[in-house]
């Protein structure tokens, strides 16, 4: 069974950089038949799609974010990540990450969700 | 982007109803959307894929339906533990959106 798990701090620093990781077990991060992806929701809000990564590193992000966004891979480690510059209030938020349905975009494996938040 | 409109917004409702929830593109995604449903706590459920493909393992009593740019959720007969926040999705083209979701409460 995939199972995938979210690590990195609990807490940031407006203006700062947030630092996720997301570690793949029970299946392999190397198929060219799905992007692994990084979702958020912030406390009372709904979904958002951050961005999708495969193995090769080719990288799709949410135009809202994607200036400040970076979504990079490591097959050796079976992990892909997470970084988010100058994060503000509005960032803080329960991520996920996630992979999807073969061949789609429908998400059906996904982490537990870590939350961050951003402290002033 | 593509937008997603969900309604309602809100649902109540008693168990062993039906109910359906409406998920509106701003522009045609070719069947490529999803229903997650989520809890407090818990990560988000895949129902629904591709539209009306139900997910392995997810009672038959959750049914999608549509194309083009209009699509449903449908629960047959709701039990206890369908009372949750739902959301659609599309896929359609990378810039993935989701509905604002809707949330099933206990009438």
């Known amino acids: 069974q995939l199972q995938l798990q979210e690590s990195g701090p609990g807490l940031v620093k407006s203006s700062e950089t947030l630092s996720l990781t997301c570690t793949v077990s029970?299946?392999?991060?190397?198929?060219?038949?799905?992007?692994w992806g990084w979702i958020r929701q912030p406390p009372g809000k709904g979904l958002e799609w951050i961005g999708s990564?495969?193995?090769?590193?080719?990288?799709y992000y949410n135009p809202s974010l994607k200036s400040r966004v970076t979504i990079s891979v490591d097959t050796s480690k079976k992990q892909f990540s997470l970084r988010l510059s100058s994060v503000t209030a509005a960032d803080t938020a329960v991520y996920y990450c996630?992979?999807?349905?073969?061949?789609?975009?429908?998400?059906?494996?996904w982490g537990q969700g870590t939350l961050v938040t951003v402290s002033s | 982007d593509i937008q997603m409109t969900q309604s309602p917004s809100t649902l109540s409702a008693s168990v062993g109803d039906r109910v359906t929830i409406t998920c509106r593109a701003s522009q045609g995604i070719n069947n490529w959307l999803a229903w997650y449903q989520l809890k407090p706590g818990k990560a988000p459920k895949l129902l629904i894929y591709k539209a009306s493909s139900l997910q392995s393992g997810v009672p038959s009593r959750f049914s999608g339906s549509g194309s083009g740019t209009e699509f449903t959720l449908t629960i047959g007969s709701l039990q206890p533990d369908d009372f949750a926040t739902y959301y659609c999705q599309q896929y359609n083209s990378f810039g993935y959106t989701f509905g604002q979701g809707t949330k099933l409460e206990i009438k």
């Open positions: 029970g299946g392999s991060i190397s198929s060219s038949s799905y992007y």
């Open positions: 996630a992979r999807p349905v073969e061949y789609s975009g429908s998400y059906v494996y």
């Open positions: 990564i495969d193995y090769s590193g080719t990288t």
